[in-house]
Structure formats: C-alpha cells, structure tokens
C-alpha cells in the first residue's frame, strides 16, 4: 500500500507542476498591462478592467491552492523517507488506511486532524451587513446624528426600483412612503414643534397645518378652537395679524 500511495503522490505532484509552468503561472508572470497588450491600463473601460481584476485575483487562488497542494504532497513524501509517514504527528498512532486511501496527505488522524475546527473568522465584508448598514447605522447605539442609514432613506425618497408591494410595512399604499422609515421625524423630536413656531421676535405665531398637524389633531392632542385668532395664507400658514 505504501507504495501505491508513493506512486500517487509523485503523480499529483508532476501534474501540478506541469499545471503551475505551463501557464506561467496561471498568467501571472506577465504584469496587468503586458496581458491587455496596451501601453497603460487606464484607457480601458472601468468594466473591461474589472473583468480582468476578476480574473487576475481567481488566478492568484488557483495558484496559492496549487502551491499549498505542492507543500503537502512534498511534505508526504519526506515523511515517507523518515519513517514518520502514516503516524498522526498529534498523538503519533497510526493513521488509518481508509484515511490515507482518501487523503494520501494526511498529517493526522480524524480525532486530532485540526483544520476540522470550525473557524471563527467571519469575512469583513460582514461588519457592513449586519446590522442593516453595518457601522454606518448609529441607531442602536441610541444616536441622533446623521449616520448611513439616514442617507440612503434621503436617496430612496426621490424614489427606486421598488414599489408599494415590495414595502416591509403592508399597510404602505402610497410611493412616499416606502422607503425605511418614512414615518420618522425629519427635523424635529415631538410632532408639535413641525408645525407651531415664532418668529425671531417670538410674538408672531404660526401654525402649519401640514401632515404632523392633522395627526396631532386627529389624534385628539389639540384643539383648533385654542389656536390663535388669524387667517391661514397661501401657505397654509396661520397668521395672527
């Protein structure tokens, strides 16, 4: 058996060798620019660029896989000249044929084999998800200020792909207020300061009967036989001269 499997490895390692040199490995040999043929990558277009980024960084993981499969078959047939092929280098019992059949590269047996630990590395891309908006939203951290998630509810108020359908509230009915968190407070904390103000002076009174002010009235916190005597204008503001 310790023959076939040497037969094996030597055969692995020749088809990786001859894979990684004759295509100079993987074609990364050559520079960006001498692979487009072009003087200087930057009159290309950003989308044939990003083609070839693409490319280019599949290249370079083909290219470790192979270098770290080249390592262990190496490896494997140095231990097969010491004598230490076939013993877990963890506990030193001899690994089983059955794992050696399956994984000629085997260092250690199926209790002690370590790369069968579960990973905690997360990819960094994970820290923008999750929360929604990832570090750009405070919301949870009880913020008040201008944060990611606020600038994408600015750009999906003058409208996106979706429609009222497609909104998470399903009691939405109108394109004004789909995106997240339409209803929140733009500018100010309690409802009544949206429509009840002065002027610099603080003697002349407005009040704008807009959206928050019928729902503060519908909602039986007011009473419009309070306001101040006046006239509304064009504005649908409440004058009181």
Same mark, same amino acid.
């Given at each position: 058996m310790l023959h076939e499997l040497r037969r094996r490895l030597l055969r692995d390692k020749s088809d990786l060798e001859? +894979? !990684? *040199?004759g295509n100079d490995h993987y074609q990364l040999n050559e520079s960006m620019r001498d692979s487009l043929d072009e003087l200087s990558v930057n009159d290309n277009h950003p989308g044939d660029l990003g083609t070839e980024m693409f490319e280019r960084s599949k290249d370079r993981t083909?290219? @470790?896989r192979d270098a770290y499969r080249l390592e262990r078959i190496e490896s494997a047939l140095e231990r097969m000249e010491t004598g230490e092929y076939g013993r877990c280098k963890e506990c030193g019992a001899f690994i *089983? #044929?059955?794992r050696l059949d399956a994984m000629p590269t085997a260092e250690?047996? !199926? @209790?002690?084999? #370590? +790369?069968q630990d579960t990973s905690k590395r997360r990819p960094v891309e994970e820290r923008f998800l999750q929360p929604p908006f990832g570090r750009t939203s405070m919301d949870e951290n009880d913020q008040t200020a201008f944060d990611g998630e606020d600038a994408w509810q600015i750009v999906a108020n003058w409208g996106n792909s979706n429609s009222p359908a497609m909104a998470e509230d399903n009691r939405v009915l109108d394109y004004d207020s789909i995106h997240i968190e339409?209803? @929140?407070?733009? &500018?100010? !904390? @309690? #409802?009544?300061e949206s429509f009840l103000a002065t002027d610099i002076? &603080? +003697? +002349?009174v407005s009040v704008v009967r807009n959206r928050e002010y019928r729902r503060y009235m519908n909602a039986g916190e007011g009473y419009s036989l309070l306001e101040p005597d006046g006239y509304y204008d064009e504005n649908d503001s409440f004058n009181t001269d």
């Amino acid at each position: 058996m310790l023959h076939e499997l040497r037969r094996r490895l030597l055969r692995d390692k020749s088809d990786l060798e001859k +894979r !990684v *040199s004759g295509n100079d490995h993987y074609q990364l040999n050559e520079s960006m620019r001498d692979s487009l043929d072009e003087l200087s990558v930057n009159d290309n277009h950003p989308g044939d660029l990003g083609t070839e980024m693409f490319e280019r960084s599949k290249d370079r993981t083909l290219l @470790e896989r192979d270098a770290y499969r080249l390592e262990r078959i190496e490896s494997a047939l140095e231990r097969m000249e010491t004598g230490e092929y076939g013993r877990c280098k963890e506990c030193g019992a001899f690994i *089983s #044929p059955e794992r050696l059949d399956a994984m000629p590269t085997a260092e250690y047996c !199926v @209790e002690h084999e #370590p +790369r069968q630990d579960t990973s905690k590395r997360r990819p960094v891309e994970e820290r923008f998800l999750q929360p929604p908006f990832g570090r750009t939203s405070m919301d949870e951290n009880d913020q008040t200020a201008f944060d990611g998630e606020d600038a994408w509810q600015i750009v999906a108020n003058w409208g996106n792909s979706n429609s009222p359908a497609m909104a998470e509230d399903n009691r939405v009915l109108d394109y004004d207020s789909i995106h997240i968190e339409a209803d @929140e407070n733009e &500018g100010f !904390v @309690e #409802p009544i300061e949206s429509f009840l103000a002065t002027d610099i002076t &603080g +003697r +002349r009174v407005s009040v704008v009967r807009n959206r928050e002010y019928r729902r503060y009235m519908n909602a039986g916190e007011g009473y419009s036989l309070l306001e101040p005597d006046g006239y509304y204008d064009e504005n649908d503001s409440f004058n009181t001269d």
